[in-house]
Structures are given as C-alpha cells and as structure tokens.
C-alpha cells in the first residue's frame, strides 16, 4: 500500500490547503441558521468591497496623476497607504479570517520548506491580504496607464513589495500567537494597546494650534523615511522612468533585504512548531482551593439574596465570568474614556472646539453620551452565552427553566450599565454638562424603553446565533455576520424613534412630551420583555443543538 502512495509536490501541497480553506468557508454555511449567515456575510462582503473598491480607484488616480507628471517621490505616500492598512488591519479583523489550526497540518508527513510555504499561502488568502494585494494592483496600474514603459519595473517592484508585505504579516502573527500563548500576558499587552489608542485620542487637544511648531520636526524626521521599503519602492520606479539601472536594482535588493530577515524569523518560527513546539495556554502547577477561601466565594453577597436563587446564582457567575475577562473591563472602561475625551471639549481653556454646537446644547450632550453607554454596554447580550463553552450542557441538564438563566444573565447587565451610567453622569456633572429637569427624566425614560427592547432582541440572537468566544482572545473573537446586522438594526431603529421623541418635545414647545411618550414605550418594552422569557424559554429548547453544537466545539 506504501508503494501505490504518490508523493506530492510543492505545488500541489500548497493547492490542497487553498482548497481545505475554501471547503472550510463553505463548510460553515452548511449547519443551522446557515442561510441567514451567508446573507449577513453577503451584505458585510459587499460593502467591504465597495470600500476596498472605492480606496483602490482614489490609490489609481493618485499613481497615474504623480506618473504622469513624473513626480515619483510622491507614490511612495501610496505605499505607505498599502502598508499600514496591511500590517494594522491584519491585526484588527484578523476574527474575520476562517479559523483554522495550522499545527493539524504537522500530522502529515510534510517537509519542512512545504509548511513554509504553505503558511504564507494561507496569509495571501486572508480577506485583509486579498484587500491589501487589491490597493497595491490599482496603484500598479494607475502607474501602467500613465507610463506604458515602466511595466515591467512595476511588477518587479510590486512583486518585492507584496512579498516583503506578507512576510511580515505572517512573521508578526506567530511571533505575537508565542507572545500570547498566555491569557494575563494577552491582556496585559492589549491594556497596554488601549491605553496608549486612548490617550492618543486626547493628542488633538493638546496640539491644537502648535502645528507649525511640528512642521520643523516633520522636516527633519522626512528624509529618514527614504530608506524604508515604501520609499525604496517609489525611487526604484523613479529609477526605471530614468533610465538608471543600477539604482533600479540597488532599490530592489533593498526591498528583498528588508524581507529577508522577516522571511529567517517566519522560519525559525515555524521550524520550532515543526519539531514539535506546543503553544499552551493553562497555568502550570495544581491550582489549590483552601476551605476558608472555598466557603467565602460560595457566599452571595446581601443584595443577591433579595432575587429567586436561581437568577442570583447566574448573577453570581456572569460576575465571576467578568473578572476573568480582562478585555470585558477594557470595554467598561472605554465609553468612561471617550465620553471623558469628549466632555474635555468644553471649558475654558478649550472653547468647545469641533463639538460647540452639542456642548452647547446640555439636553443633547448628556443624552448622546447615556445612549453611547448604552451601545456599547448592550452590544454583548447579542452574544450572551459566548463565554459558557461546555457549561452550556450543564444549563441544559440542570433543573432550571432558561427564562431564568436569561433574566440572571439580564440583570447582571442592568446592573453594570447602572454602574457606568452613574459613572458617566458624575463625569459630566462635574464639567458642568447637565441638562434640564425634563431633559434628564427624559433621557431615564428612554433609557428605560431601549434597555429591555434591546436585551428582548438579544435574547433571541443569542439563541438563534451563538458563537463562542474565550477569554483573553482577540483572534476569532467576532459575532456571526447576521448578529451584526441585527444589533446594528435595531440601534438605529431604537435610535431613530427615541430621536423623534426628543424631537417631538421641540416641534410641539412642551420639554415634558417626551417623558410621557418614554415612560409608555417603556412600559411597553418593559411588558413585553417579560412575556418574551417563557418563549424565549421554549426557543432555547428547541434551538439545544445548535448552542450545544456552536458552543462545544
């Protein structure tokens, strides 16, 4: 049987795992709720590559018009371009990407140079990469149209360009994948990432009016960029067009020497994960409960006791769950940050800047920031049994309806948004943001109208679409496509009819209207909120093999 196995090439290896990676994107569509999916994923591809699309038609007009008229220097501005949004957006929707466990691979009797290969096969076909290669051939052929004789200079230069390109994005990757191996070390480096994203954010008041005090520095920092890949690459074509082979070539070899040692790190990389390196992430050494401490966690605390026992054990674990989650307080402290950032705009040192007209009006300040907070705290019930894993089984073994493993789940949010919506009014009380009497009963009222129409959607989308997520992970961590089109609708349909309301007040000269049209509206949501748990109950029956399938994997 030995003698009848026919040993592959290099090529053909490398066509197997192109097509195991379009058998597993397809594969995806084949389970429950795959219909819905596909047109959620329909949708979102679509506007992608209207975007992709838009970039890559402004990066062509920009080459052909610096071609045109010969102004070479410029398209490295377009490589730049090329290269940031490659190398930070791999990072970013790297979720969007079909998960797949490249050390499954090592099962096979493959050669080292083959796994290789294979891994930067695999990059080139992620949805960031494919966008990246997409920008990178319109400014090739921007350059095409302006100038026929550079062609081939083109694709000599966007060969090395896009090599160096995914040699970096893959060598990036398994550095930070040993990097991460450990959930603390993950989530240390990622509230290390946050905090220096947010305090960049507070960048723009402290340099207003200082920019020709930068220009200097600008300067003086510019010529030190041309000897970086996008600006070697932009003085090869200058090169070509000037008939200068021997720069033409030196630009090139200094691309190909920038992906050199990215290409010796990816393979050390790899090689250590071929001879057998096993990325873990568990704790090393037995983890030891002591009795005392034992006795204390198993205690509820007073205000738990006041709810049906088993509503407060749910309470007790979603806490016990969000102490665990590092990247659960990054997102319970962004909207403090950002509303923080926002309410920074007014005051006398800073005459409101771009943000005068809401600040002016406290009324719609105050509201916008409460309703941020509210998106932002809701968009995981959409989710919500993400984080339950093979827990999942035990819900549905245990002698407990799912009306309340939802109503536990419910509050426990409840309770974390009345906690950052106390946060965020102190913040902005203290700067002096507070609206009227009618405006702030008016905001409650609304608030109290979107929360439990919101978490009656979400319940429902956490049953019919689950995905699960783990702790500490940002890669693969995204909800399905068509849970993303259904928190997004009913934001704005919540948002467009609370608009509408405040707006009414003014039309009709009566700041009070709005507080009588909320508090039916959230009577309302509130009634059917709770008439929604028993379905919801029964949904959650009948819908056991797709959370027990979608979780458990």
Known sequence: MADG??????????????????????????????????????????????????????????????????????????????????????????????????HSLLRFPLRLRAFFVMNIAYGVADPVAAASVILASAILLGIAMAQCSLVPAALVVGFFFLLLNILVERCIGSLLERLFAKRRTREVFFALFFLVMISAQFTGPLLAGRQRALLPWVQRLWPYLNILPPSLAASALGAAAGGDSMLFAANVAGLAGYAMPFALLLWWRLSAQYRGELISDTESGPVVVRGAKASRASSQPAILRLLPGQVAVVVQKEFRYLLRNGMAWMNMVMPLVLVLLFALQRGPAHPLGPFAGIARAGDWFFRGAIGYVILLVTAPAYNCFAFEGRGIQTLFTAPVRFRAVLL??????????????????????????????????????????????????????????????????????????????????????????????????????????????????????????????????????????????????
Not at 28 to 50: D, H, P
Not at 526 to 542: H, N, P, R, T
């Open 5 to 102: 196995i026919r040993s592959l090439t290099l090529a053909q290896e490398v066509a197997l795992l192109v097509r195991l990676r379009w058998r597993i994107l397809r594969n995806r569509f084949r389970g429950k709720n795959a219909a819905l999916e596909l047109i959620g994923l329909i949708i979102s591809g679509l506007f992608l590559g209207a975007l992709v699309f838009f970039f890559a038609f402004a990066l062509g007009e920009g080459a052909y018009f610096f071609t045109s008229r010969r102004e070479y220097p410029w398209l490295a501005v377009l490589f730049w371009g090329v290269l940031l949004f490659w190398q930070v957006f791999a990072v970013f929707f790297s979720g969007l990407t079909a998960s797949f466990d490249f």
């Open 408 to 553: 536990g789940k419910n509050l426990f949010l409840i309770g974390v948004l009345a906690a950052e919506i106390a946060a965020v009014m102190a913040l902005l009380h203290a700067r002096g943001i507070w609206p009227a009497l009618p405006g702030l009963l008016g905001t409650f009222a609304a608030a109290a109208y979107m929360i439990p129409a919101q978490l009656t959607v979400a319940n429902w989308a956490s049953l019919s679409f689950p995905r699960k997520l783990e702790f500490g992970k940002m890669r693969n961590q995204r909800a399905p496509w068509f849970t993303t089109l259904v928190t997004l609708g009913t934001t704005l349909a919540l948002g467009a009819s609370c608009a509408v309301v405040m707006l009414a007040g003014g039309w009709f000269g009566n700041p009070w209207l709005p507080v009588g049209v909320f508090l039916l509206l959230a009577g309302a949501a509130i009634g059917g909120y709770v008439a929604s748990l028993d379905a919801l109950s029964d949904l959650a029956e009948k819908k056991r093999e797709v959370l027990i399938d979608a979780l458990c994997r």
